[in-house]
């Protein structure tokens, strides 16, 4: 199944990381089996249904079951009871602790392996139980797994290798929920009402009965009334390192010093012995099946079932409001150093690994920790990002980037200003775009603006370059390649030399990069050349022809223009192109000072608003061509009465009146409402 075959140690002596039990000889520990729950463990008090039928006769007959379920459902209890059965047999049952590389089997026929919560195998040494499963599928062991259904069976998934998760997944049988309405369940809680706890709580898994959570829910309380502060911090610190995975062998050990060292930060005070002592008294109980923690050597055992962070946050034992988005919240302020996480078993995010290169200047010092992150972790676009804004080699940056190619990440998620910000040549930078794009790269904002920038500094080199480099129909099916025509080309000859001989061809182009090329023609006095194109590839789109033409035709034909735009609106049932066209209306209106036309203008700018319910933050240019006309053509003495009034409305905003006042061409006006806002302002400030 794997490529390669791992060797297995060759003993009958079984390693410390499993424990074992010849039933021959023995009969299986519920201490061990069980843990914590052992003390909730009641040999006769078993509830029997048919999925448990089903698992026993699965168990008995196939070599590989997969038993699923929610917490407290029955998982671990329905297997050691049918492997308590067996008269014979070796069964091992593994310990996931963090520090295995590698399972060893004894080498024996008859082994029967039992691993309980696989997802935490699978969280803690993912190779190791690969490797184990790998095994012990090619030489037919019986192996009996259990897992919670939910993200812990999808993590599972993930993990294992395709082979071994399809075994499994084929194998499965999953536990579900009791109703409560079931005789056979009454029954039950009313043969054995001195084992069980508390029935009123039933929540559809038979642990539930036994395990007391509603009477745990009650302590925590206490404790909060009480104002046992140090108590319920390591009770929190319990939660913490359980939804963060950093627990030791199981999910019920926790490391004290860890748990110390949360507390400590949490308080923003250094617990002494004694405080820590009496903190730990305080959840420890003379009963046992009420106890929250118990001890063992340098661990805090707890009951895993009362660390869950449940859908519904009411159902949590220890504080509700310490939720998963808190506590990883609490993470990144407790522990901000990316060592000390490391140290005390904490995951580390890439992003821990991103924050230490950016806080390095120096590029080598940077690299070191780049070089450092683990394979496991992996890099991301920033992690490469990060490192190539620290150098100023191209060589070394060009390789960065190379490399973050090879890994399979995308480039475009690095800011194309990270990689070719760098480059103050306007041929180098073009060359760069051309050796590093081929498909991964587009052009952003940024670097389209300094690629602009760099073009006009030697415009007729620029083009020259250019056109050099990339053929016409290339040139003129990208945007930001018009754009720098656009800018460069300034007269008859640039016309003639770059932009003449591709209408030869004169392919239609996209609609963004055809009124891109329109306006590359108007810039060059074209209008005929413009105007030819549009008959020729866009008579039949009514809305842009109407548009462009409009266009065209508005600085000498501006009455032709209107009429145009016009047409190009009820052309259209989008409302965004009638926005589009009512706007270009009113700001060919107060572009040419079109006295006759002004009341249409306003009427058809409040018309598009009313219509397309644009936000303010949505074609804030139709707003303004609207304020403009407005402020146009009220008199003076009523202009600041009508500025408040539109203050007023819920599509005009005070900052987009503001804004406006630059492009007022009537000076006395400009100065009134210069002096308003002014005053308005100095009386916010006063308040």
Same mark, same amino acid.
């Given at each position: 199944?794997?490529?390669?075959?791992?060797?297995?140690?060759?003993?009958?002596?079984?390693?410390?990381?499993? /424990?074992?039990?010849?039933?021959?000889?023995?009969?299986?520990?519920?201490?061990?089996?069980? &843990?914590?729950?052992?003390?909730?463990?009641?040999?006769?008090?078993?509830?029997?249904?048919?999925?448990?039928?089903?698992?026993?006769?699965?168990?008995?007959?196939?070599?590989?079951?997969?038993?699923?379920?929610?917490?407290?459902?029955?998982?671990?209890?329905?297997?050691?009871?049918?492997?308590?059965?067996?008269?014979?047999?070796?069964?091992?049952?593994?310990?996931?602790?963090?520090?295995?590389?590698?399972?060893?089997?004894?080498?024996?026929?008859?082994? $029967?392996?039992?691993?309980?919560?696989?997802?935490?195998?699978?969280?803690?040494?993912?190779?190791?139980?690969?490797?184990?499963?790998?095994?012990?599928? %090619?030489?037919?062991?019986?192996?009996?797994?259990?897992? &919670?259904?939910?993200?812990?069976?999808?993590?599972?998934?993930?993990?294992?290798?395709?082979?071994?998760?399809?075994?499994?997944?084929?194998? &499965?049988?999953?536990?579900?929920?009791i109703s409560s309405n079931d005789l056979r369940l009454k029954e039950f809680i009313t043969a054995n009402k001195s084992?069980?706890?508390?029935?009123?709580?039933?929540?559809?898994?038979?642990?539930?009965?036994?395990?007391?959570?509603?009477?745990?829910?009650?302590?925590?309380?206490?404790?909060?009334?009480?104002?046992?502060?140090?108590?319920?911090?390591?009770?929190?610190?319990?939660?913490?390192?359980?939804?963060?995975?950093?627990?030791e062998f199981t999910k019920s050990h926790y490391n004290e010093r860890k748990i110390r060292i949360f507390c400590d930060?949490?308080?923003? /005070?250094?617990?002494?012995?004694?405080?820590?002592?009496?903190?730990?008294? /305080?959840?420890?109980?003379?009963?046992?099946?009420?106890?929250?923690?118990?001890?063992?050597?340098?661990?805090?055992?707890?009951?895993?079932?009362?660390?869950?962070?449940?859908?519904?946050?009411?159902?949590?034992?220890?504080?509700?409001?310490?939720?998963?988005? $808190?506590?990883?919240?609490?993470? %990144?302020?407790?522990?901000?150093?990316?060592?000390?996480?490391?140290?005390?078993?904490?995951?580390?995010?890439?992003?821990?690994?991103?924050?230490?290169?950016?806080?390095?200047?120096?590029?080598?010092?940077?690299?070191?920790?780049?070089?450092?992150?683990?394979?496991?972790?992996?890099?991301?676009?920033?992690?490469?990002?990060?490192?190539?804004?620290?150098?100023?080699?191209?060589?070394?940056?060009?390789?960065?980037?190379?490399?973050?190619?090879?890994?399979?990440?995308?480039? &475009?998620?690095?800011?194309?200003?990270?990689?070719?910000?760098?480059?103050?040549?306007?041929? /180098?930078?073009?060359?760069?775009?051309?050796?590093?794009?081929?498909?991964?790269?587009?052009?952003?904002?940024?670097?389209?603006?300094?690629?602009?920038?760099?073009?006009?500094?030697?415009?007729?080199?620029?083009?020259?370059?250019?056109?050099?480099?990339?053929?016409?129909?290339? $040139?003129?099916?990208?945007?930001?390649?018009?754009?720098?025509?656009?800018?460069?080309?300034?007269?008859?000859?640039?016309?003639?030399?770059?932009?003449?001989?591709?209408?030869?061809?004169?392919?239609?182009?996209?609609?963004?990069?055809?009124?891109?090329?329109?306006?590359?023609?108007?810039?060059?006095?074209?209008?005929?050349?413009?105007?030819?194109?549009?008959?020729?590839?866009?008579?039949?789109?009514?809305?842009?022809?109407?548009?462009?033409?409009?266009?065209?035709?508005?600085?000498?034909?501006?009455?032709?223009?209107?009429?145009?735009?016009?047409?190009?609106?009820?052309?259209?049932?989008?409302?965004?192109?009638?926005?589009?066209?009512?706007?270009?209306?009113?700001?060919?209106?107060?572009?040419?000072?079109?006295?006759?036309?002004?009341?249409?203008?306003?009427?058809?700018?409040?018309?598009?608003?009313?219509?397309?319910?644009?936000?303010?933050?949505?074609?804030?240019?139709?707003?303004?061509?609207?304020?403009?006309?407005?402020?146009?053509?009220?008199?003076?003495?009523?202009?600041?009465?009508?500025?408040?009034?539109?203050?007023?409305?819920?599509?005009?905003?005070?900052?987009?009146?503001?804004?406006?006042?630059?492009?007022?061409?009537?000076?006395?006006?400009?100065?009134?409402?210069?002096?308003?806002?002014?005053? $308005?302002?100095?009386?916010?400030?006063?308040?």
């Amino acid at each position: 199944m794997l490529k390669k075959d791992y060797e297995i140690i060759k003993s009958s002596s079984i390693p410390s990381v499993y /424990e074992s039990f010849d039933l021959v000889e023995e009969s299986m520990d519920a201490n061990i089996i069980l &843990r914590t729950r052992s003390r909730h463990y009641e040999k006769d008090a078993y509830f029997n249904t048919n999925n448990f039928d089903k698992i026993r006769e699965k168990i008995l007959t196939s070599n590989t079951t997969l038993i699923t379920g929610n917490p407290l459902a029955g998982k671990t209890r329905i297997v050691f009871d049918t492997l308590s059965t067996f008269k014979r047999g070796l069964v091992i049952f593994p310990l996931p602790y963090k520090s295995v590389s590698q399972y060893k089997l004894p080498h024996r026929k008859d082994i $029967i392996l039992f691993i309980d919560e696989l997802d935490t195998f699978c969280e803690n040494n993912p190779d190791a139980i690969n490797h184990l499963l790998d095994y012990a599928f %090619k030489n037919d062991f019986k192996c009996i797994l259990t897992c &919670r259904t939910g993200h812990e069976l999808r993590k599972v998934k993930n993990v294992l290798y395709h082979q071994l998760w399809t075994e499994l997944i084929s194998n &499965r049988i999953k536990l579900p929920r009791i109703s409560s309405n079931d005789l056979r369940l009454k029954e039950f809680i009313t043969a054995n009402k001195s084992a069980i706890k508390d029935a009123s709580h039933f929540d559809g898994n038979i642990g539930s009965l036994f395990i007391p959570l509603e009477d745990m829910r009650r302590r925590y309380q206490n404790l909060l009334e009480n104002k046992k502060n140090h108590s319920i911090t390591i009770l929190k610190g319990l939660k913490f390192h359980y939804q963060l995975f950093n627990y030791e062998f199981t999910k019920s050990h926790y490391n004290e010093r860890k748990i110390r060292i949360f507390c400590d930060k949490s308080l923003n /005070e250094e617990l002494t012995d004694i405080e820590w002592e009496e903190a730990k008294r /305080e959840i420890i109980s003379t009963d046992t099946t009420l106890n929250f923690i118990d001890e063992d050597e340098d661990n805090l055992i707890i009951e895993e079932v009362y660390l869950d962070c449940n859908d519904d946050p009411s159902k949590d034992v220890i504080d509700e409001t310490f939720t998963k988005y $808190i506590i990883k919240k609490k993470l %990144k302020e407790l522990y901000k150093d990316l060592d000390e996480k490391r140290s005390l078993g904490f995951p580390t995010h890439i992003n821990d690994w991103n924050a230490v290169i950016n806080k390095h200047e120096n590029f080598i010092d940077a690299f070191k920790v780049f070089k450092q992150i683990p394979d496991e972790i992996g890099k991301n676009a920033f992690t490469y990002e990060s490192l190539i804004k620290k150098t100023d080699d191209k060589e070394i940056r060009k390789e960065l980037y190379n490399e973050l190619k090879r890994t399979g990440l995308d480039p &475009r998620n690095i800011p194309n200003s990270t990689y070719f910000g760098k480059f103050d040549d306007f041929n /180098e930078l073009l060359e760069a775009i051309s050796n590093t794009s081929k498909g991964h790269l587009k052009f952003k904002t940024n670097v389209s603006a300094k690629l602009i920038k760099l073009a006009q500094e030697n415009p007729k080199k620029s083009l020259e370059i250019l056109f050099e480099k990339y053929p016409k129909d290339q $040139i003129f099916g990208n945007y930001v390649f018009i754009e720098i025509c656009i800018k460069c080309c300034k007269d008859l000859d640039d016309y003639n030399n770059y932009v003449k001989p591709y209408l030869e061809k004169a392919p239609k182009l996209e609609t963004n990069l055809f009124k891109t090329f329109i306006r590359l023609c108007l810039v060059l006095k074209q209008r005929r050349v413009a105007l030819d194109y549009l008959e020729n590839y866009f008579s039949d789109d009514k809305y842009d022809y109407y548009n462009q033409k409009a266009n065209c035709l508005r600085e000498d034909h501006p009455d032709d223009a209107l009429e145009l735009y016009l047409q190009a609106a009820n052309s259209t049932d989008t409302n965004k192109q009638i926005a589009i066209a009512y706007n270009n209306f009113g700001s060919l209106v107060y572009e040419k000072r079109l006295q006759k036309n002004i009341h249409d203008g306003i009427s058809y700018c409040f018309k598009a608003i009313k219509t397309t319910k644009i936000l303010h933050a949505e074609f804030p240019y139709l707003r303004y061509t609207l304020l403009l006309l407005i402020i146009w053509q009220t008199p003076v003495e009523n202009l600041i009465y009508r500025i408040e009034q539109l203050m007023n409305r819920p599509d005009i905003k005070r900052a987009t009146v503001s804004h406006v006042i630059p492009n007022i061409f009537d000076e006395e006006k400009q100065n009134l409402l210069k002096e308003y806002f002014l005053n $308005i302002r100095q009386k916010k400030n006063y308040s």
